[in-house]
């Protein structure tokens, strides 16, 4: 930073060049997001195929950066070298083998579930499981869970957009409003052109975002190493940090390189993240608005590439360590999740950590719409619908998801700005723990209907029970509950994550009273899929508008 900008953020206790640079970009991307109803001339945005899903017709590229931009959040931007910072290569860099693995996993499945959702017009997962196993209780677990595990993930990214202001200089007001203001702001933008614009217009910031957060990145990997002694130096300076005893436990404080006792962590932690990925509804509901399987799959050859970027933004964690940075809150309180703002604005001119804060800004933005019209979508789906009004038209659909998608970004806000951030996060890894409990009725329900369905229901239900309290009894010396997502396996001794063992012991609950059910004749319930739909593409003749069959219009018990 020059001196000039040093002497005008010192008096003023705002960055004002980095704060002009954020509100240009910000502006732009709100004149996008309202223009994008115009995109692709969506002419009818009343029902929820155009306005929840964009009209399932986005490309090979618009697909790529939508998924990206869903994907790869502001908080994986924060919290990811946040946690390298603070606590090494097992709580952070586990993300870059997770990111790897997620990708093979769904070119196998997702392709089929786009393939049944387009032919029966699916736009949920919880529609799939109701159809594929005809019981509307496992499509409101499936609904339910995923609209609870969204919650938690929308408010962080609110919180990313909140360490940003914190950097520049803006929330430290004693006066509430004042404080608040500029994130109360960015909701009502963000409600706004949501409301407007539906799925179209996260789609084509996405574009935005992602080549400024492309230029940050490489930019930074360049030449912040060579402002500060190199790579060499770098990880030698994390090296020394993660194996210096922490006072208040006498442990190291993080780990450098995982050793034989956190192997199964380390490789827990990613599976169970790879697994867990695209089992959210907002992964969902960007995969489904591509126009043809094919698309799906070619994107799950190129997302890699934003893996790449993940793993050069998981190192700023460590330049941080080496540049000496201080990521203290304007409470005067050190706050890790700080560290990359805090890096870019000690370490660039002011106007390139505009840039930078605007990256991370507009990147809340983008997954935050995806995720409450995901959630919108469940609610309009398969609790309103499916439970209240039976035979609601599809613009009375758009209109119930238009306002549930204002109500939940309501809640992320109210939930952001009476609550202590940790609550934020810890409620953000009970969704990981929560949402990979739909795997097998989603996923497995994809290639067999061997399982019964009051058994998924039953393997589900374990599952929850016993990730949340798994969690729950997790503590550490700041947070006597839900302190972290790691706890002892049962059995083998070793710690891993809590959601991938919640995970095996809903497989096995299922798979047992599979054999249960069979055994006393229990209803299997009707499927109203077939083989072929499981295959069928864009431009198939078999891929219509199906009216609903009798078990869809009257769903069974």
């Known amino acids: 930073m020059n001196t000039t900008t040093t002497l005008a953020a010192s008096e003023t206790g705002v960055n004002g060049v980095a704060l002009a640079v954020l509100i240009a970009l910000f502006t732009l991307v709100t004149v996008m997001g309202f223009l994008a109803s115009r995109w692709r001339r969506a002419s009818n945005l009343q029902t929820l195929d155009e306005w929840g899903l964009g009209g399932r017709s986005f490309g090979t590229w618009v697909t790529w950066f939508l998924i990206g931009g869903d994907i790869y959040t502001a908080y994986t931007f924060i919290a990811v070298p946040a946690a390298m910072f603070a606590l090494g290569s097992v709580s952070g860099f586990f993300a870059i083998p997770y990111a790897i693995v997620v990708y093979p996993i769904i070119f196998v499945f997702m392709s089929r579930l786009w393939s049944v959702s387009h032919r029966h017009g699916y736009v949920t ?30 408010a962080l990214q609110l919180v990313g957009i909140q360490a940003v202001l914190e950097v520049i200089g803006i929330g430290g007001a004693d006066n509430v409003i004042a404080r608040d203001l500029p994130l109360l702001i960015a909701f009502a933008v963000l409600a706004a052109y949501t409301y407007s614009s539906g799925l179209r217009a996260p789609a084509i910031i996405a574009f935005v975002k992602d080549t400024l957060i492309y230029l940050v990145i490489i930019v930074a990997v360049i030449y912040l190493p060579s402002r500060y002694g190199g790579w060499g130096h770098i990880f030698d300076a994390a090296e020394a940090k993660m194996t210096t005893p922490n006072p208040a436990t006498g442990k190291p404080t993080g780990t450098f390189i995982p050793n034989s006792q956190q192997y199964w962590a380390y490789a827990t932690l990613a599976l169970g993240s790879a697994l867990a990925l695209f089992m959210y509804p907002h992964s969902i509901t960007a995969t489904l608005s591509s126009k043809s399987r094919n698309t799906i799959r070619r994107n799950a050859a190129i997302l890699p590439a934003y893996t790449f970027l993940l793993g050069l933004l998981a190192l700023l964690g460590w330049v941080a360590i080496a540049a000496g940075t201080k990521p203290i809150g304007l409470d005067g309180k050190p706050n890790a999740q700080l560290v990359v703002p805090q890096l870019f604005e000690d370490a660039f001119p002011a106007w390139f950590a505009g840039v930078a804060f605007s990256a991370i800004a507009i990147g809340a933005l983008v997954p935050a719409a995806i995720m409450s019209i995901a959630a919108a979508n469940l609610f309009t789906r398969n609790v309103y619908r499916e439970w209240f009004r039976p035979g609601a038209t599809p613009a009375q659909e758009a209109k119930v998801s238009k306002l549930t998608s204002l109500f939940v970004k309501f809640v992320a806000l109210i939930f952001v700005l009476t609550l202590d951030k940790q609550n934020a996060i810890n409620f953000q890894l009970l969704g990981g723990i929560w949402i990979l409990q739909t795997f097998p009725a989603i996923v497995f329900g994809l290639y067999t209907r061997w399982f019964h369905r009051w058994a998924l229901l039953a393997g589900w239900a374990v599952g929850m029970v016993y990730g949340t309290i798994a969690a729950y009894n997790v503590s550490s010396a700041t947070a006597p509950h839900f302190a972290g997502s790691l706890a002892s396996i049962p059995g083998i001794a070793q710690m891993g994550y809590i959601a991938l063992t919640a995970f095996v012991v809903n497989i096995i609950v299922a798979a047992v009273l599979t054999l249960v059910m069979r055994a006393v004749n229990a209803p299997e319930g009707v499927d109203v899929t077939i083989r072929g739909d499981y295959f069928a593409d864009a431009g198939d003749p078999r891929v219509t508008q199906l009216p609903p069959t009798p078990t869809e219009a009257t769903p069974s018990p």
């Open 125 to 154: 997962t919880a529609d799939f499981v109701g159809g594929r196993y005809g019981s509307r209780w496992l499509s409101l677990a499936m609904a339910l869970t995923g609209i609870l595990a969204t919650m938690p993930y929308i």
